[in-house]
């Protein structure tokens, strides 16, 4: 309503359509496709995670579950039974949204620490069927994914033309979660947040608005994993491990939890780190991201989006009519 | 003689063993238990703790040359030492907020910690001696025990009665638990509870270094050995029950034996059994066996 | 939203990567090695074995047509992933003109899928899973040095022969023990032996004792470890321990002169093993071996030797092909006779290097008459019949 709203309104679009025309143009910059493809599936992982902490408020130590598990059951069918890709990212997402189900209805019941623990335990039993089944390779790892032919027309073995695939998968789901936040449903998910009490007060179903989040998050984080597989070729135990659970609560952590594109922000951190230091100082990797962990609960709660942001919050509210600097 | 097709000798020898890594468990849980009990921080680090622990002794030795017995007093306190001091720097400043962020520091510590180790030592491990006293073995007819593991079952019995007692019986524990409950008029009366507070998180890290110390004969010192134990730990203290001190030293050396137990029939399955009973726990009884609140 | 910080999320993002190098037909030629370089296997190749490809391009001249060569190395942590991301990006970014694959067989499968779809050749020195030239082969992958029939061949065979019937293996849970159980169990059953049971271990795992307690339940007479490195050793450790030693025949298939020393030659005495190459076997390779305990006061595993051998016999192909074009050079090494003081032998249809195997001895502490004098040859066997043979190998490769 006020002249500072609406140009940051229009700066914000201005601010994705920049976003937007970097993703398009990143590859012919030189850039290396595989690394562009991975950043992105981690920030569509993180987003994902976003859905559930940032707008439900719920902490799950345990979606690694969603990202490894999914990743195995799109390899899986390409590989044994010559799926093509939209098929089997399709049933990676089917896999893990009946997971998420399955979780989200044990562990819903609980608040807090006790749900970190649960949807620990049981991110667990998937690893460990991820471990023995005999169609993952244990430690091994599910080798050799072709990426095949998408719809039967687009040949996705070129990295550039899986990178323009993998953009347009992100663009899809960022914008759906967008929705997702700014519809009713959402409104919902944040009264739940921020007062659940009241919100069973005023006669919610707060456990099924919970879980659907719980399993549109699931499915989300397994659309990531899905497609990581197929960037790079293989499904592993990785994937699945509680530690990159604990990665995408980095990623959130650091790029700000509850904002749209602080996951973004935090998972272009993390994997650019991981990837540049992993060539030359390898286990400094492990030290670095635990002194990014630590600093950012000490001191950077809120991300650095979320810093940013509140920074300019106190700014207007200071009474500057100026419009945030470019 | 069989049980469920499986002979006598191997069903008691692995719940034996199982019943040596319940007393790790049970050691190290405590820890966690004492410091979630006390101060409502979820100690992700506990298992670096330990491995620090476990380095501290094998440093001593090789660096230093000093032996398994003073490494197990000087050990504890070093790493008790180090809980100090993260409880000063980082952990008092989170003690209002919502207990998952004592989570994501312990989490962040540990890796720090773990990161340290394996930059400096690699994964592969460090051998550190069985000290001779403790050497040799007894043949107890269904399988050779080593002296030095029934040592460690002993050892953690005292170490979890001591700690159990010193904290439900004793005034200092008295003055403990009623400074966590009621932080400012237990300083009223004159009782220094940031003090307290943190010797309690040294006190369960020191719990940790001496595991750590215990441990290092049996397995290899490594940095990876820490993360390897913490979410089996985690399951132990929420069976357990999160308040309960006692409970967790309980389910840990049960968890050990039930571990032992699905060894015997179904080898893999014993990494993930804890999990379900953990899931199977929290749906029946969400404060876990000896736990307190509703 | 605010535009700042999309800007800056981008840029910050992006922005920590470095540019691409491109082959310009000039510049250093990149070579590279992907090992273990801090784990179980850190030590029978690990850093030393990196330095042992530097060896040989330094021995070779340092130059191929003219251009100087860099040598990359890696950590693959014994993870596929690692294995199989560095791979790639080093032949697709930095135009990587071969791969030498360090130990963990694991991780060389999945490498030698990309080598592959690259079409760059690997040569794997450290990995022992025969798969590597049978259901996985493949047009760029070179198998060098030694493989699980290899030593199931050589090692198990020896010990049937010595009344060992019953079995029993431990096995590490990944590819390489995987294939050493099942090429194992195959001599056993062809002889008349009997495998009463088995356990996996998770690599790494630094107690073994729930393991050989069901070991011992089974009442085999042979302890065979399918495992190898710090395994083996942590496992061999265990067993004395627990009293295992009293009442079964210990045996590690795949024991390196490492692991002897590591152990001692009281606790390894008479333990009978198949290897390659060994350091004082003639003085060719103890002119090699010298070198090498000049600088690292130990003498080198065969997987160190193997490295060596390996990047020189590239770097000849390479140099007699006269190009760095995969294919062609690929069909130079399928041509050239090899004859160093590594191995004698030729490289097969299907990528396998066709070495003659040697089953050593243990001495025991009198025989050992010097430092690191610990195996006494026992006999040799040719690469023709140490491997797999021709008609039983299911690589398509093999088919003409």
């Known amino acids: 309503m006020t002249p500072t709203s609406i140009t940051r309104a229009k700066l914000t679009r201005i601010g994705y359509l920049g976003a937007l025309v970097l993703l398009l143009v990143a590859p012919l910059l030189g850039l290396y496709p595989v690394f562009l493809m991975q950043l992105l599936c981690f920030a569509l992982f993180a987003c994902a995670f976003n859905l559930l902490l940032g707008f439900t408020g719920l902490l799950s130590f345990g979606h690694a579950a969603f990202f490894g598990g999914a990743a195995y059951i799109c390899g899986w069918f390409v590989v044994a039974e010559h799926w093509p890709p939209e098929l089997a990212i399709l049933a990676g997402v089917a896999v893990a949204a009946l997971l998420g189900l399955l979780m989200g209805l044990l562990a819903i019941r609980r608040q807090g620490i006790y749900f970190a623990m649960i949807t620990l335990a049981l991110a667990q039993m998937v690893y460990f069927v991820c471990l023995q089944a005999p169609f993952t390779g244990g430690e091994d790892g599910l080798q050799g994914v072709q990426r095949g032919t998408l719809f039967g027309l687009l040949p996705l073995r070129p990295d550039t033309v899986m990178y323009y695939f993998v953009a347009v998968v992100f663009v899809l789901s960022f914008l759906l979660i967008s929705r997702i936040v700014h519809s009713p449903y959402g409104q919902v998910l944040k009264m739940i947040r921020e007062n659940e009490p009241r919100a069973i007060s005023l006669g919610y179903q707060v456990d099924r608005y ?38 995408v609560i980095l990623m959130t952590l650091v790029g700000g939890v509850g904002t749209f594109f602080g996951p973004v922000l935090g998972s272009g951190i993390v994997v650019a780190l991981q990837n540049q230091l992993a060539d030359k100082v390898g286990a400094w990797v492990t030290v670095i991201i635990g002194v990014i962990f630590v600093l950012c609960v000490l001191a950077f709660r809120r991300g650095i989006v979320g810093e940013v942001l509140a920074y300019f919050e106190r700014r207007r509210r200071l009474g500057t009519d100026a419009p945030p600097a470019q | 003689m069989d049980i469920f097709g499986i002979p006598l000798q191997a069903f008691l020898g692995q719940l034996l063993l199982g019943l040596v890594n319940g007393a790790f468990y049970a050691m190290l849980s405590l820890g966690l238990a004492v410091i979630f009990g006390m101060l409502g921080i979820i100690n992700f680090a506990q298992g670096a703790l330990y491995m620090v622990g476990a380095f501290a002794g094998w440093i001593m030795l090789t660096s230093f040359g000093i032996n398994y017995w003073f490494a197990l007093v000087l050990a504890p306190l070093v790493v008790g030492i180090l809980g100090v001091v993260i409880e000063r720097l980082f952990l008092r400043h989170l003690y209002k907020l919502d207990p998952l962020y004592g989570l994501l520091m312990t989490f962040g510590l540990a890796q720090i910690m773990e990161g340290l ?60 638990r009623a400074g966590t409950e009621n932080a400012p008029l237990v300083q009223a009366f004159g009782v220094n509870v940031p003090m307290m507070v943190m010797l309690t998180f040294g006190g369960g890290a020191a719990l940790a270094g001496l595991a750590g110390v215990l441990a290092a004969p049996i397995i290899q010192v490594t940095p990876l050995m820490g993360s390897n134990l913490i979410i089996v730990l985690f399951a132990v203290v929420v069976i357990g029950g999160m308040g309960s001190i006692l409970g967790s030293a309980v389910s840990g050396l049960l968890l050990g034996v039930v571990e032992g137990f699905t060894r015997v029939f179904y080898p893999q399955g014993s990494n993930v059994v804890i999990f379900v009973v953990m899931v199977i726990v929290l749906l029946v009884r969400p404060a876990g066996l000896f736990g307190k609140e509703a | 939203m605010k535009l700042k910080p999309l800007v800056a999320a981008l840029v910050i993002g992006l922005g920590c990567i470095g540019a691409q190098a491109k082959d310009t037909g000039s510049g250093p030629i990149n070579i590279g090695i992907v090992t273990d370089l801090s784990g179980v296997y850190a030590d029978i ?15 070779f001249g340092g130059k191929l047509m003219g251009r100087p060569i860099e040598v990359l190395s890696a950590d693959h942590q014994n993870k596929p992933d690692i294995g199989s991301s560095v791979a ?10 071969m791969l030498i694959g360090g130990t963990n067989s694991g991780v060389n499968l999945a490498m030698s899928k990309v080598a592959a779809q690259e079409e760059v050749p690997m040569l794997g020195v450290g990995p022992g899973s025969a798969r590597l030239t049978n259901q996985d082969c493949n047009a760029y992958t070179v198998h060098y040095g030694y493989d699980t029939v290899a030593l199931a061949k050589v090692a198990a065979k020896a010990l049937i022969k010595q009344g060992y019937k019953k079995w029993y293996f431990l096995t590490a849970d990944y590819a390489f023990g995987k294939s050493l159980q099942s090429d194992a169990t195959k001599v056993v059953d062809a002889a008349g032996g009997t495998v009463v049971g088995s356990s996996l271990a998770p690599l790494g795992t630094s107690d073994f004792s729930s393991f050989l307690l069901q070991a011992q339940s089974s009442k085999a007479q042979i302890l065979a470890m399918a495992n190898a490195g710090g395994d083996f050793d942590n496992a061999m450790k265990a067993a004395q321990e627990f009293g295992i030693t009293k009442t079964m ?20 005495e008479g333990l009978q093993l ?115 043979s021709a008609a039983d190998s299911t690589c398509p490769l093999m088919k003409k």
Not at chain 1, 224 to 245: D, R
Not at chain 3, 45 to 59: L, S
């Open chain 1, 210 to 247: 919970k879980l659907l989040a719980f399993v549109l998050s699931a499915a989300l984080s397994g659309l990531a994993g899905s497609l990581k597989t197929l960037v790079m070729g293989f499904a592993s135990l990785e994937g699945a491990h509680w530690a990159t659970s604990g990665e």
């Open chain 2, 117 to 176: 180790f394996r930059r400096q030592y690699g994964v592969s491990g460090e051998s550190y001696p069985v000290p001779d006293a403790l050497a040799g073995a007894t043949n107890l007819g269904f399988m050779v025990l080593p002296n030095y593991r029934a040592w460690v079952v002993l050892a953690s019995l005292v170490v979890c009665l001591s700690t159990w007692f010193l904290i439900e019986r004793t005034r200092l524990g008295a003055y403990l």
């Open chain 3, 45 to 59: 190749d690990g850093p030393a074995g990196v330095e042992m490809v530097k060896w040989a391009v330094h021995d």
């Open chain 3, 88 to 97: 790639r990006k080093w032949m697709a970014e930095d135009h990587l003109a």
């Open chain 3, 249 to 268: 025949k210990v045996a590690g298939l795949l024991v390196f002169i490492n692991d002897v020393n590591a152990l001692g030659l009281k606790a390894t």
């Open chain 3, 274 to 388: 198949a290897a390659p190459w060994y350091w004082d076997q003639n003085a060719a390779s103890r002119k090699f071996a010298d070198r090498f305990f000049d600088k690292y006061h130990r003498m080198p595993s065969f997987i160190q030797a193997g490295d060596y051998s390996a990047t020189m016999t590239w770097l000849e192909a390479a140099k007699k092909a006269g190009t760095l074009d995969g294919t062609k050079v690929m069909a130079e090494l399928k041509k050239m006779k090899i004859n160093d003081m590594f191995a004698k032998g030729y490289i097969r249809a299907d990528g396998l290097l066709i070495n003659d195997m040697h089953l050593y001895q243990v001495k025991t502490p009198q025989e050992s008459t010097k430092p690191w004098d610990y195996y006494k040859l026992v006999a040799t066997i040719p690469g023709d019949q140490a491997y797999t």
